[in-house]
């Protein structure tokens, strides 16, 4: 990075290079993080259909709306949709748009690297969802218990699909993990220790943190499923020695810290949405970034609550019963933190505030209905019910989901460089609000009543059918609140009110350069004083809206594209049990990989 | 929120609430469960109404002025790490205590039953009397009861709710389940941890009676079926197709189905009393002629999933054998026989 300008330089000024082309072969972070943003978005609608269909299978009992078969397909579908495919890339367009500029960094650390996860991520998403193409969709859940999930059990090539298609998704989350962390720790403006890093850019440290951790954990579990059904190993084949049990420690090794990897993001959403809206610093800032890194940690220790039913003896549930418990403190202290930034501020119900306050109250329901399934011996009764589907869903869907709108209705005019509208966008939020109440509420005692999670049908004497019917009510509130939010974006995006640089009078870097930000980013490189740049007299210099001299800008190349596409080839020769594609991946993406290092450094 | 408690909350039946616990065992996990409650209703009302009172006390008015900027307070933080700290406490010693409590070994002579899941039915055997069973548990009032859980395929995980807390059966692995019935009457349950296609069928039903009701039931189940020369003609012509071979094999009853002293198959369910039970398919199904009719005909139309083949070509459940109609007739009638 520098502004010297060389021979090989790119030299931009406002505007930049448009068409087809320039977004396949760009490496700019902002276009990767609208990129993300969108694909996201689109699976996002994708498993919020799943689930209404889903929703109106259970609208009433012994309904035949769906076939079982069908319906888990469903399920699977949508839980790796929304885990995968929905919330984990949506924080990535917040990573990547956001982080360089909050940093004040003209790029991340790699940007070709940050193309390739893209590129990755999206044909692998869409490799998982051709499945339903062939009529076998993933159906062995998402968490894919094994020996469920064995050639024997499983034999069709749906196993295959979902076992596959979330190993290359891990290769795209490991390779943006590496590259956040690289970034965050070494691409800081001047003046920006750590403990003046924004406090998303901390949750996103953290986050990645846990990606590099914890990826390889399913990336092991997944290979030893996919040589079990391959190749005749018996890792999980109980007749042979091997033992059902190792994948449920590997997943939920993994499984434990994902929740964590979902959350963190939008937790560091909520942490600059609410000071913004609040016109207070965040209260505890260092004690919110502790807790959050020990969150990290403890978040290491807790995995078997997922699986207290499975006897491990009092020993192991005492252990993972007392971790569990102790995991609720740092979250507690959070949540006192947010609660104390708006104490005593000026408070705009503006409707990023409203999702963020929204994910406050959501997320305390989750977290204490978590809390009441650390006791191991209650959880027995509720865990695989539904009063587990409730608690999850206030976490990830009222908490996560509503922390990442928080966050689109928050960045959104650094984005585009236009306002969504304010009054639309909080009908949009009272929707979702009152719709997750109804659909996820009744589900506490749906389950605590008696009825388990992955039932495509219900029996009427269960005395359910009412309860369900709401839910059923409840999700469709949702789903129309989402057709309102992309009604929102086409009209903001045709005819918003224009932005300018900080419309909303926040505090950190990313709002002191033009929106949309040039390719560049700043003009002239920030140098930082405060946690606060734009709220400290002298926090930061000027930054003007012309650089001084040219800017060097990483250029385009489409080499990441074109190893992404050798990567997913190779994928086919354990999905279709032959060798070629293998080869024939193999070498195209050593011979991309030889391009994309060799290639001259300019676009 | 309230208006949909009061909607759909306040029926009921609820047959499968874990509300009301008739074991020893699901007492402690109900009681355990309101005592986190009630801690979790006071978290909740003090937090939420903390969040609430910040943003309406705190709202942003015209002309307000600029709000102190204050970074934080160590006193407070301290305080708000030990509150919850001191509540996970309070409630960490009585969940840690019934872990240990559950995990003692029943006491002696306790009914010892051997539980085998199966996708997607539940084998119950009774070494102390010698009975094979499916799908409906017998138990008598006030002894207690110790499950030994293992699984014969994929997991799944026995649940009856008023009986308490559920428990994974796994092959190659035991697993236990101890717990001491303390009213008489019939309950549900069904399989909790997801197993396949018909996972949502896989019912289960318990019976608590009382001792001498249950001795009687123990004497029924351990008696010879009705003997071949006592049956109608019909059940004889059942009988007989019964123990044909087919092609392929796994299309012939007794290649999986064990009637005492007649076949010996071990993939199904014993039918040696099948007639004596009250339902069918995996308790999904009240056990009466017509039912019995339509499950012979085609198995999959009432439990998907049966009709499939594992990744070894064999059946996962019944197949559709492709009887006749008055094949079907006798073979219900042979079946009914069996009390």
């Known amino acids: 990075m520098g502004t010297a300008a060389t021979a090989h330089s790119m030299i931009q000024h406002a505007g930049s290079p448009t068409g087809i082309w320039s977004w396949i072969t760009t490496t700019d972070h902002k276009r990767i993080g609208i990129l993300y943003g969108v694909s996201a978005f689109v699976f996002f609608l994708v498993g919020g259909l799943e689930a209404l269909i889903m929703r109106a299978q259970l609208m009433k009992a012994d309904n035949t709306l769906v076939s079982a078969e069908a319906f888990n397909q469903l399920f699977t579908m949508h839980g790796t949709t929304m885990i995968f495919l929905a919330v984990m890339p949506l924080s990535a367009a917040f990573f990547n748009f956001v982080v360089p500029l909050q940093i004040g960094a003209r790029d991340v650390a790699f940007p070709r690297l940050n193309a390739f996860s893209y590129w990755v991520f999206l044909l692998g998403a869409l490799f998982l969802n051709s499945s339903f193409i062939f009529g076998a969709a993933p159906n062995g859940g998402w968490f894919g218990y094994a020996n469920l999930t064995s050639a024997q059990y499983s034999p069709g090539m749906n196993i295959d699909f979902w076992a596959l298609g979330l190993q290359i998704l891990g290769i795209a989350s490991l390779a943006a993990g590496f590259n956040f962390i690289a970034t965050i720790i070494n691409m800081r403006a001047p003046g920006m220790k750590m403990m003046r890093m924004p406090i998303f850019t901390w949750m996103t440290l953290v986050t990645q943190i846990l990606v590099v951790t914890a990826f390889p954990v399913i990336t092991v579990a997944l290979v030893f499923l996919t040589f079990d059904r391959l190749f005749g190993t018996n890792f999980y084949n109980v007749a042979a020695g091997g033992d059902v049990l190792l994948w449920q420690h590997l997943f939920w090794l993994f499984g434990h810290p994902e929740v964590y990897i979902i959350i963190l993001p939008t937790m560091g959403i909520v942490s600059e949405v609410l000071p913004t809206f609040s016109r207070k610093p965040l209260f505890g800032y260092a004690v919110v970034v502790y807790s959050g890194c020990l969150i990290g940690i403890i978040g290491w220790g807790v995995w078997s609550h997922h699986m207290f039913a499975v006897g491990l003896g009092p020993i192991a549930d005492t252990y993972f019963s007392g971790m569990t418990m102790l995991i609720a403190i740092p979250t507690g202290v959070k949540i006192f933190n947010w609660i104390a930034t708006m104490w005593g501020g000026q408070v705009r119900y503006t409707t990023s505030m409203l999702f963020a306050i929204g994910f406050v109250a959501m997320f305390i329901i989750g977290g204490i209905s978590g809390v009441m399934h650390s006791a191991a011996t209650s959880d027995l009764q509720q865990t695989d019910t539904y009063f587990v589907v409730a608690h999850f869903h206030y976490v990830l869907f009222g908490g996560a989901v509503m922390g990442l709108f928080a966050g689109i209705y928050y960045w959104w005019p650094k984005i585009f460089g236009r306002l969504l509208s304010e009054p639309l966008g909080k009908v949009h939020f009272w929707m979702m609000a009152i719709g997750s109440m109804v659909t996820f509420f009744p589900m506490h005692w749906i389950g605590m009543l008696g009825m388990p999670r992955r039932v495509y049908t219900y029996s009427a004497e269960l005395g359910l059918e009412s309860s369900n019917f709401a839910a059923t009510i409840g999700s469709f509130i949702i789903g129309l609140s989402m057709l309102l939010f992309v009604f929102n974006i086409i009209r903001s995006v045709r005819r918003g009110p224009i932005a300018g640089r900080n419309p909303w009078g926040a505090a950190t870097l990313e709002w002191a350069t033009s929106s949309p930000p040039p390719v560049y980013n700043f003009s002239i490189l920030p140098e930082v004083h405060s946690l606060h740049p734009l709220w400290t007299e002298g926090g930061v210099n000027a930054i003007p809206d012309e650089p001084p001299g040219p800017v060097h800008v990483p250029g385009g190349s489409y080499w990441p594209l074109v190893t992404a596409i050798g990567v997913i080839i190779f994928f086919l020769a354990p999905l279709l049990h032959m060798l070629w594609p293998a080869l024939v991946g193999g070498a195209l993406t050593v011979f991309a990989a030889f391009n994309w290092a060799f290639e001259p450094f300019e676009m | ?339």
């Open chain 2, 1 to 339: 929120m309230l208006l949909v408690l009061t909607i759909t909350g306040c029926q009921g039946p609820f047959p499968q609430s874990t509300f009301e616990p008739v074991t020893s065992f699901g007492e402690s996990a109900s009681q355990l469960f309101w005592m986190i409650f009630w801690f979790a209703v006071v978290v909740f009302v003090l937090v939420e109404g903390a969040l609430l009172f910040a943003i309406i006390r705190y709202r942003a008015r015209p002309d307000g002025p600029e709000p102190k900027q204050i970074h934080g307070h160590t006193a407070l933080e301290i305080a708000w790490t030990l509150a919850p700290a001191w509540i996970v406490a309070l409630i960490a010693v009585p969940a840690i205590e019934a872990i240990w409590e559950e995990a003692a070994p029943a006491a002696e002579g306790a009914l010892v039953i051997q539980v085998t899941g199966h996708q997607w039915w539940w084998e119950y055997r009774y070494p102390e009397y010698g009975v094979i069973t499916a799908n409906e548990l017998h138990l008598p009032v006030g002894r207690p009861v110790e499950l030994q859980m293992t699984s014969a395929d994929v997991i799944h995980s026995w649940w009856l709710p008023r009986f308490g807390g559920k428990r994974d059966l796994m092959a190659g692995r035991t697993n236990r389940l101890v717990f001491t019935p303390d009213s008489v009457g019939e309950f549900t349950g069904q399989c909790a941890e997801f197993c396949g296609v018909s996972h949502a069928n896989m019912r289960m039903r318990a019976t608590v009676t009382t001792q001498g009701e249950f001795d009687s039931w123990v004497a029924s189940q351990t008696a010879e079926p009705t003997p071949l020369d006592s049956l109608t003609d019909l059940q004889r012509r059942g009988h007989e197709l019964f123990m044909t071979a087919r092609q392929p094999a796994s299309n012939s009853c007794l290649a999986c189905h064990a009637i005492s002293g007649r076949s010996f198959g071990v993939l199904g369910p014993n039918l040696t009393h099948v007639g004596a039970r009250s339902t069918l398919a995996g308790g999904l199904i009240p056990n009466d002629a017509e039912n019995l009719a339509s499950w012979l005909r085609d198995p999959s139309a009432i439990k998907p999933g049966t009709d499939m083949l594992k990744g070894d070509g064999s059946a996962v459940g019944m197949p559709t054998v492709g009887l006749t109609e008055d094949e079907i007739t006798a073979l219900a009638a042979y079946l009914q026989s069996l009390r």
